[in-house]
């Protein structure tokens, strides 16, 4: 008999682990539905899958209703899901116990091995994605569930938190929509197996990591608070987890400082000084959807000089320029409204509001700044990058103060400075810490707050911390004695995107993934209203100064909305954003409202009374994923995930033209030998690019799962495509019709390279296998196996032919391997790299190889002598490309910038 939910969760937490292994065999394909539903991609689906429920194992011991175990697992699969989907960054685990070395190990074991289908199968495939587009959110996700996940009404009741009539009705809305269509969904949806072996890896993924963990009862909070050596003396001496709960102190001012954080003072020249006059910056008003800063299909734009001026400050060694401000996270407002400040991709800029021009460009951080804000004099700002660091800056000394956690202790995910500007305080997991400002003395916690805390402020009078969890819940607790005084759960939300405590501390907003935002009263905890009318995923909230308004944004409808805050009634809407809607800020003096998007680069001041576009802020860009050099070296197309493709003068440094192809990200570039061509990867399709009409000539249709690599033969005759449906596909360059599709591979083809002569294709994949085609017979000549050098399976991110075509470069995990192509074998193996291989490039004279991870190395090919290493981008680097002559090289990374390097001979 079927035990149930609470029995099962009742046995692990005693010890028994095959009940786990039920809990897993009962919602795998629940959460794996969900997961395909909200990423479209079958293979990131597993992955979530797995990292779902590892995460669930890890925490289970703070489930308090064991009855929502299923409510639960969709809150987690929902945020991996969000989590993915707005970074698209390489696979982490958010894991606080597990190293770094064992899930850079484990990454490449999580991607799935799918059969390969027939073309009847892939036909009706392509045929249930448009039938499901069709459909409305709400009536899509049940189909999914009902039919790809093998549920029941009254399971997806419980897995979503609504009625079983609820989801009966969104079932037949949804079949009387499809009407006599419904079928083929049914067919093919339910004809898709998961991977036989996907229980054992989530097990063994669990028992590889639970020696970490800490078993048995709540987890032990004060980790990081007490430091890692007395804990391990106390679990020695046997004490129990009542002394360990009392031993946590609450928050006090005269606290010691956490063990665990570095404060390192440092002096930096802040100059916020205004440049000189910069003229042409600014865009006028009243701009409509189709001008040059919306970034149309077919637009060109071009960026002035005085920007790209501003491109180049700060500048790593050996570059010769930069390209592209970085991507934009948030935005922030000073106190007095004359500065605005820009966490990006790179660091942080500061721009004067006043004529809305660049003053500094701040690169303290090593990593993507993520969060910032000002005290409320506007003397300190902080801001905090993904490596859990925070920096607090003195504008008026040009002091910094580094605030620098383990890897255990993520401080910078939220963070908020106190009304008198005297504590900084930042939040991670479920616990709060506390600052000194003027002498970044940690000064204390507050532990044991609901876990997942996705934000928090202190109340107007600084007595209180209003904490919102991913999962709804509001807690309210007294800053001085840490206790909860208040704790509701915001209903009928899917889950929090986004939260804003109102001026007055009376209302706080809950932006949520199913469109909608929920205003309640933090005095009763009661729900006051909810706003309707974005689409999707309520991204960004922010109430105006005097908390009369509140704008909002989502990413999937592109649209910032104002409503006013008493009635509820939508005041306008913003449509002039293209893609991810990154932050929101209110000038707090005057009647201007900031947004920035990601997603076009922009960052655009509303007249918020109006609606009325004021200025716009152009020169920021989305993750670069591609970048190619025309032949003739002229100039450089690039590719982000904003669906943008641009063209940059490789001379001047400026911004040619800038396209706007589709709202996902444009994986691989490769122009044609005579340069009137540019072939692009985006999802499952290859755009052909016409240079002289600036128009696609022709797109290529095909292949069933995103295109991640792509590569021209030498006489420009045939295009190459490898693809994450486990396929390789050749085509016609002159027509683009299918030539012949090549298959041994059982997983993503990562990489994809023609030999010099053009008679051979060598592929990369994540089966840890290069196999080498033989182009016109399509046969497999040779397979090389990346086990055989050091017995791990690291995967193959990249490959790269000499131009002699002697031999072959291959790269994953920490590792490139130089292959001799005429006997098979490797001869070296190269391994100064720390993480992902995810580019490799010969020179043009062969001399030097480069590889691209989160550094760029430069290797002598033949010895495997390092002879150079490049640092300068904050985040993994994703493409690189020489210049014809050699002298250059172009990177891409997922900071949002491109760096050209000079090359010595």
């Not at 997603?599 to 989305?622: K, L, N, S, V, Y």
């Not at 004279?845 to 430069?858: E, K, N, P, Q, R």
């Amino acid at each position: 008999m079927e035990r149930d939910d609470v029995e099962l969760i009742n046995n692990v937490l005693s010890g028994d682990e095959t009940a786990f292994n039920e809990l897993v065999k009962k919602y795998q394909k629940s959460v794996h539905a969900l997961a395909w539903r909200k990423i479209g991609d079958y293979h990131i689906a597993e992955e979530i899958t797995q990292d779902t429920f590892l995460q669930a194992h890890n925490k289970l011991a703070t489930l308090k209703n064991k009855n929502q175990f299923a409510g639960w697992l969709y809150v987690i699969a929902d945020r991996r899901c969000k989590a993915w989907f707005r970074k698209k960054k390489m696979t982490t685990q958010s894991l606080e116990a597990t190293s770094e070395e064992t899930l850079e190990k484990t990454a490449f074991a999580d991607y799935v091995c799918v059969q390969r289908e027939d073309t009847a199968i892939e036909h009706r495939r392509k045929i249930v994605k448009k039938l499901m587009e069709k459909l409305p959110e709400s009536e899509r996700t049940v189909m999914v569930l009902h039919y790809l996940g093998e549920m029941s009404c009254e399971a997806i009741s419980k897995f979503l938190g609504v009625s079983p009539n609820t989801v009966k009705s969104r079932l037949q809305r949804a079949r009387k929509r499809l009407q006599n269509q419904e079928h083929i969904i049914r067919e093919t949806l339910g004809g898709v197996p998961l991977r036989p072996d996907l229980t054992e890896i989530i097990m063994q993924r669990i028992d590889s990591t639970k020696e970490t963990i800490p078993s048995g009862g709540k987890p032990l909070l004060p980790f990081a608070a007490i430091g890692a050596s007395v804990i391990f003396v106390l679990l020695l001496i046997g004490v129990n987890k009542q002394f360990i709960t009392n031993f946590q102190k609450p928050y006090s001012l005269k606290a010691h400082s956490e063990p665990t954080i570095e404060i390192v003072d440092a002096p930096v020249v802040l100059d916020i000084q205004s440049k000189p006059e910069l003229k042409n910056r600014v865009s006028g008003t009243n701009q409509s959807k189709n001008n040059n800063n919306g970034l149309t299909t077919g637009t060109k734009t071009v960026e002035n000089n005085s920007i790209q001026d501003a491109m180049q400050w700060n500048l790593p060694d050996n570059t010769n320029g930069r390209l592209g401000k970085g991507k934009i996270k948030k935005i922030k407002y000073s106190p007095d409204g004359t500065l605005l400040a820009v966490a990006s991709g790179i660091g942080i800029w500061l721009y004067d509001t006043t004529i809305h021009q660049e003053i500094t460009l701040l690169t303290e951080h090593t990593s993507a700044v993520s969060n910032i804000d000002f005290t409320p004099d506007g003397r300190f700002f902080a801001s905090g990058s993904e490596d859990g660091v925070i920096i607090l800056w003195d504008k008026s000394t040009g002091v910094r103060k580094k605030f620098n956690g383990k890897k255990s202790v993520s401080l910078s995910y939220t963070f908020a400075f106190s009304p008198d500007g005297k504590i900084l305080a930042s939040g991670s997991g479920d616990t709060v810490r506390f600052w000194d400002t003027m002498t970044g003395e940690h000064k204390g916690s507050l532990p044991g707050l609901p876990e997942y805390i996705s934000y928090f402020s202190f109340s107007p009078d600084g007595e209180k911390i209003v904490s919102v969890t991913w999962g709804n819940e509001v807690c309210i607790s007294d800053v001085i004695t840490g206790k909860s005084e208040k704790t509701f759960k915001v209903e009928n939300t899917d889950s929090v995107g986004c939260a804003a405590l109102s001026p007055d501390g009376k209302v706080i907003a809950i932006g949520s993934f199913d469109g909608n935002i929920y205003l309640s009263d933090t005095n009763t905890g009661k729900l006051k209203r909810k706003l309707s009318g974005h689409s999707l995923d309520v991204q960004n909230i922010v109430f105006s100064p005097n908390g009369n308004l509140i704008a909002s944004s989502s990413y999937v409808d592109e649209t910032v909305r104002i409503w006013e805050t008493q009635t509820g009634e939508l005041e306008r809407t913003l449509t002039e954003h293209m893609g991810d809607l990154s932050g929101l800020a209110f000038c707090p003096v005057g009647k201007t409202l900031a947004s920035s998007g990601s997603g076009d680069g922009t960052i655009r001041f509303w007249d918020m009374h109006t609606g009325t576009q004021e200025h716009t802020i152009t020169g920021h860009t989305g993750y670069t994923c591609s970048v190619a050099f025309n032949p003739n070296g002229n100039f450089i197309a690039s590719g982000s995930d904003d669906g943008i493709i641009r063209f940059w003068d490789a001379t001047t440094l400026q911004l040619i033209k800038t396209f706007r192809v589709s709202k996902n990200y444009v994986s691989s570039l490769t122009f044609t030998s005579d340069g009137k061509k540019l072939a692009c990867g985006i999802n499952e399709d290859i755009y052909l690019w016409d240079n002289n009409t600036d128009k696609f000539s022709k797109i290529i249709s095909g292949h069933i799962m995103d295109v991640n690599s792509i590569a021209l033969s030498t006489d420009g005759n045939i295009l190459a495509s490898g693809s994450a449906d486990n396929t390789i596909r050749l085509w016609n360059m002159s027509n683009g019709k299918y030539i012949k599709t090549l298959t041994g591979h059982d997983h993503s083809i990562n990489g994809v390279a023609f030999s010099p002569d053009g008679k051979t294709l060598v592929t990369g994949c994540d089966d840890n296998t290069i196999r080498l085609w033989d182009v016109k017979s399509g046969e497999t000549k040779l397979i090389l196996d990346a086990n055989t050098v050091d017995g791990k399976n690291r995967g193959v991110m990249s490959v790269a032919y000499s131009p002699d075509g002697e031999i072959l470069a291959s790269g994953g995990m920490e590792t490139i391997i130089i292959w001799d192509i005429n006997t098979g074998k490797s001869r070296m193996t190269l391994t100064e790299h720390r993480h992902f291989v995810l580019c490799l490039s010969f020179s043009p004279d062969g001399t030097t190889l480069v590889s691209g991870s989160t550094d760029i190395h430069l290797w002598d090919p033949n010895t495997g002598k390092l002879k150079n290493t490049f640092v300068g981008h904050t985040a993994p680097v994703s493409e690189i490309a020489f210049s014809p002559d050699g002298k250059t090289l172009v990177s891409g990374s997922q900071d949002g910038t491109m760096l050209l390097w000079k090359i010595d001979p």
